[in-house]
């Protein structure tokens, strides 16, 4: 069982950055292949940003490429995703999740989530 926790998450201006956390436990972290999805009201959770297990490989949706990095240390069990240039409509809570089999962009394929963090981009 791999327990998966954010932070990082707040309020800041649209063009400003955050990063974002994810320190997990409980598992092998350097096994996973680790996501970041977000979810703003009303809407379906979306897919950011995917890493492989050894970080070679990365890919983005097309809303945040060129914006936001995703990168992870697995000597410290943690996976980030830098947000830069942010805007309003990235606002969302955004959630970290583990997957032991695939590379994926579907959130139906993940086996662990964390709670979320909630980012707000004022304009």
């Known amino acids: 069982q791999v327990q998966l926790v954010e932070s990082g998450g707040g309020l800041v201006q649209a063009g400003g950055s955050l990063r974002l956390s994810c320190a997990a436990s409980g598992g092998t972290f350097s096994s996973y292949a680790m996501g970041w999805f977000r979810q703003a009201p009303g809407k379906e959770r979306e897919f950011v940003a995917v890493?492989?297990?050894?970080?070679?490989?990365?890919s983005y949706a097309d809303s945040v490429k060129g914006r936001f990095t995703i990168s992870r240390d697995n000597a410290k069990n943690t996976v980030y995703l830098q947000m830069n240039s942010l805007k309003p409509e990235d606002t969302a809570v955004y959630y970290c999740a583990a997957d032991k089999n695939h590379y994926s962009g579907r959130y139906s394929t993940y086996d662990y989530w964390g709670q979320g963090t909630q980012v707000t981009v004022s304009s």
């Open positions: 890493i492989s297990w050894n970080g070679g490989s990365t």
